[in-house]
C-alpha cells in the first residue's frame, strides 16, 4: 500500500504557526485510515498576533499615527516659540509702564507721609478745641492739598476726614460726575470711621468700585485724622492703552485677589479667567483664544494685557496650512495602503485561514475563490481546492465503507436470533402434528408466517405501532405453544404521536421474551405492559420506551451483570439475545443511548430503553 502526503504550513522565521496536512492511500482496506491533520499552532489568537494581515495593519497604523504625532508636535512647537516670543517682548512693554505708574503712585505715598508728619493744618484739625481753628485749619489744608495737586499727576485728588467734626476734605475735581464724587466720599468716610473704631486700614492702593468706574484709594493714618488719595485706573491705563502691541484686546488691572478692576462685560461673557500671581502666559476664554501677560505690583494690583491668539499667530496660518496638509497626505496615504494590501494581502490570507478554520471544524466543502490573476494567491487558491476535493472524496469513501460495515454487523446480530428460535418454531410445529392438532398447526402457521414476513421484509427501523404489533403476533404464538393453556395479556401505553415514531425492528421481542421465560403465570396469566413516550428539544427528541412483566424480577447477578452491559452466561451457555439488542442500539444512536435493567416493586421486572432521534429535516 503507497501512502501519499500533501501539506500546506504556514511559518514565521523557523516557527511552524499553521499547518494543513492529509494522508491517502491508494489501497485503503478495512482498518486503514486516512490522516487529516489542522494544526493552527497554540489556536487562534497566536496565529493573529503572528500573521502578515495583522503585521501589515499594525505597522501601517503605527507608522501614520507617528507621523501625525511629529506633525502635531512640530505645529504645536512652533506655536509654543512664537507665544514665548510674544510674551517676552510685550512683558517687558508693561513691565515698563508698570513701573511708570508705581512711580508715580509711590511718589503720592511718599507726599502723603510728609503731610501727616509736618503739615501743621493737620495737626490743629486733630489737636485744637476750637471748632472755629479746627474749620479754618481744613480750609488752608484743601488749599494746600490743591496746591500740590499738579506736582503729583498720579493723583486724581487728595482728601482728609476728621472724625472729630465728622468733616470731608478734598481737592480736585477729575471725577466725570457729583454720583462719582459723593459715592467716593461715602466709601472713604466708612473706610476711616472703621479705622477709628479699631479696624486696620487696607494695605496699598485698595480697588473701589463706584458706579461703573473703578478707582485705586490710598489711605495714611495721621494723628487723628486719615489722609490719602485717590486715582481713576482709566486714567493709569490712559497712556498704556494707545501702545501698539500685536493682537492686544484688552488691558487692566486685577486687584489683590486676581479679580478684574474693570465693569466690562466682556469678560463674565468670554468666560475669561484670570491667575493671579502667574509668572508665565497662559490661555483663557471659552476656546481658549485669549493670550494673558501679566506683572505684578508691590503695591498689590497687577497690571494685565489680553491678547487674541488668533492674531498673534496669523503669521503661523502658510505653515499650519502646510502640516495640515500633510498631516492629511500621509493619512489618505496609509488609508491607500491600507486599501491595497488589504484587498491584495490580507482578504486573500483571512480567506485562506477561515477555509482552513472551516475544515478544522470539520465542514469540507468550502473552498477558495480562484482569480484570473496569476499570482502566489491563486496557486495556493487552487492547490488548496484541490487538496480540499480529494480529502472529501476520500472521507466520503471511508464514510460508506464504515456503514456498510456496521450494516453487515447490525445484520449479523439480527441473525443470530433467527436460527435460535427457529429451531423452537420447527419443534413447536413437530409437537402438534404428533398429538394431532391440526387446527393449532393452521393458527401457529398464520403467526409464523406473519413473524417473518416483518423479519425479512423490514428495512432495520420501524413504525412503534408495527414493533408493537409483531411483539402481539409473538405473545400469540406463545400461547399457542402452551396450548391455550397460559394467556398473555398485554397493555400498552403510548403517549399522543408516538405511534409514527421510528424504532429499530426487534426492538420489544427480545425483552418480551425474556418476560415469557421468567415470568411464571398467576391463575393462567401472564402480563405484560408497554409504555411509550417522549422528551422534546430544541434540536430532537429523547425516545422513552418501558417494558414491565408481573414476573418476580431479576436475580440480583443477573441484574449487575446486565446493568454493566456484558453478556449473561449460566449453565446452559452464553444468553445473546439482550447483549445483540444493546449492541444495535450503540451502533445506532452512539452515546445518545440509554439502556437499564431494573426490578418493580412488589414484583416484576422492568427494562428502560432511552435514545435520541433528531427532527427529521
Avoid at 491667575?275 to 493670550?291: A, F, H, K, M, V
Avoid at 402438534?432 to 416483518?454: D, P, V
Avoid at 399457542?480 to 397460559?486: G, I, M, V
Avoid at 453478556?567 to 445506532?588: A, F, P, S, T
Amino acid at each position: 500500500m503507497r501512502i501519499s502526503v500533501v501539506s500546506i504550513a504556514l511559518k514565521r522565521k523557523d516557527e511552524v504557526v499553521g499547518k494543513l496536512e492529509y494522508k491517502k492511500s491508494e489501497n485503503l482496506k478495512h482498518n486503514d485510515e486516512i490522516q487529516v491533520i489542522i494544526d493552527i499552532g497554540q489556536g487562534g489568537e497566536r496565529m493573529k498576533r503572528y500573521s502578515i494581515r495583522y503585521q501589515l495593519f499594525f505597522y501601517t497604523g503605527f507608522f501614520v499615527i507617528v507621523m501625525l504625532v511629529c506633525m502635531s508636535l512640530g505645529n504645536a512647537y512652533a506655536i509654543s516659540l512664537v507665544r514665548n516670543q510674544v510674551y517676552e517682548s510685550n512683558k517687558n512693554t508693561i513691565y515698563l509702564y508698570l513701573k511708570q505708574i508705581e512711580r508715580g503712585l509711590d511718589d503720592v505715598e511718599v507726599y502723603l507721609f510728609s503731610v501727616a508728619t509736618y503739615n501743621s493744618e493737620l495737626k490743629t484739625m486733630s489737636g485744637s478745641k476750637d471748632k472755629s481753628e479746627r474749620l479754618l485749619a481744613s480750609y488752608e489744608l484743601n488749599n494746600y492739598f490743591y496746591r500740590n495737586l499738579q506736582l503729583y499727576p498720579a493723583a486724581d485728588t487728595f482728601f482728609a476726614y476728621s472724625p472729630l467734626d465728622k468733616q470731608y476734605v478734598f481737592s480736585g475735581d477729575k471725577a466725570e460726575n457729583w454720583q462719582q464724587q459723593e459715592g467716593l466720599r461715602k466709601r472713604i468716610v466708612e473706610t476711616a470711621e472703621e479705622a477709628v473704631e479699631g479696624a486696620e486700614l487696607p494695605y496699598g492702593w485698595t480697588a473701589e468700585k463706584i458706579g461703573d468706574e473703578y478707582y485705586f484709594v490710598k489711605y495714611t493714618r495721621a494723628e487723628q485724622l486719615i489722609i490719602g488719595a485717590w486715582v481713576s485706573t482709566q486714567a493709569l491705563l490712559k497712556n498704556i492703552s494707545t501702545i501698539e502691541i500685536p493682537g492686544l484686546e484688552h488691558i487692566l488691572f486685577l486687584d489683590q485677589k486676581g479679580d478684574p478692576v474693570s465693569a466690562d462685560p466682556f469678560f463674565e461673557e468670554e468666560a475669561i479667567e484670570f491667575i493671579p500671581d502667574s509668572d508665565n502666559y497662559y490661555l483663557t476664554g471659552r476656546e481658549r483664544q485669549y493670550l494673558v501677560i501679566g506683572e505684578k505690583s508691590d503695591n498689590g494690583f497687577q497690571l494685565t494685557a489680553l491678547l487674541k491668539d488668533s492674531e498673534i499667530l496669523e503669521g503661523l496660518g502658510t505653515l499650519r496650512a502646510l502640516i495640515f496638509l500633510l498631516a492629511v497626505g500621509a493619512g489618505i496615504g496609509g488609508l491607500l495602503f491600507l486599501w491595497f494590501t488589504r484587498k491584495k494581502i490580507a482578504v486573500p490570507l483571512k480567506n485562506l485561514v477561515n477555509a482552513m478554520l472551516s475544515i478544522q471544524q470539520g465542514s469540507l466543502d468550502v473552498r477558495l475563490e480562484e482569480h484570473g490573476v496569476k499570482n502566489e494567491f491563486a496557486l495556493v487558491n487552487k492547490t488548496f481546492n484541490s487538496m480540499t476535493e480529494e480529502i472529501t472524496n476520500l472521507k466520503i469513501n471511508i464514510y460508506e465503507e464504515k456503514i456498510q460495515r456496521q450494516k453487515a454487523q447490525l445484520d449479523f446480530y439480527a441473525l443470530q436470533v433467527n436460527p435460535h428460535f427457529l429451531i423452537n418454531l420447527m419443534n413447536t410445529i413437530y409437537n402438534f402434528a404428533r398429538m394431532g392438532e391440526s387446527k393449532l398447526i393452521q393458527e401457529f402457521t398464520a403467526c409464523i408466517t406473519r413473524h417473518f414476513r416483518y423479519t425479512l421484509y423490514g428495512d432495520g427501523k420501524v413504525l412503534l405501532k408495527d414493533e408493537v404489533e409483531f411483539t402481539r403476533n409473538f405473545l400469540e404464538m406463545q400461547r399457542l405453544r402452551s396450548f391455550n393453556q397460559t394467556e398473555f395479556e398485554m397493555k400498552v401505553w403510548m403517549e399522543p404521536g408516538m405511534e409514527t415514531v421510528t424504532v429499530p425492528n426487534l426492538l420489544l421481542q427480545g425483552f418480551v421474551e425474556n418476560s415469557v421465560k421468567h415470568t411464571k403465570a398467576d391463575k393462567g396469566i401472564v402480563l405484560v405492559e408497554i409504555q411509550a413516550f417522549q422528551e422534546k428539544g430544541e434540536k430532537g427528541s429523547y425516545i422513552n420506551i418501558r417494558v414491565q412483566d408481573s414476573g418476580s424480577g431479576f436475580e440480583p447477578e443477573v441484574l449487575k451483570i446486565l446493568n454493566a452491559g456484558e453478556k449473561l452466561v449460566d449453565e446452559r451457555g452464553k444468553h445473546i439475545g439482550i447483549y445483540n439488542i444493546r449492541q444495535r442500539l450503540y451502533l445506532l444512536y452512539g452515546d445518545e443511548v440509554e439502556l437499564t435493567f431494573e426490578n418493580r416493586k412488589p414484583c416484576g421486572a422492568r427494562v428502560c430503553v432511552r435514545f435520541f432521534q433528531p427532527w427529521e429535516e
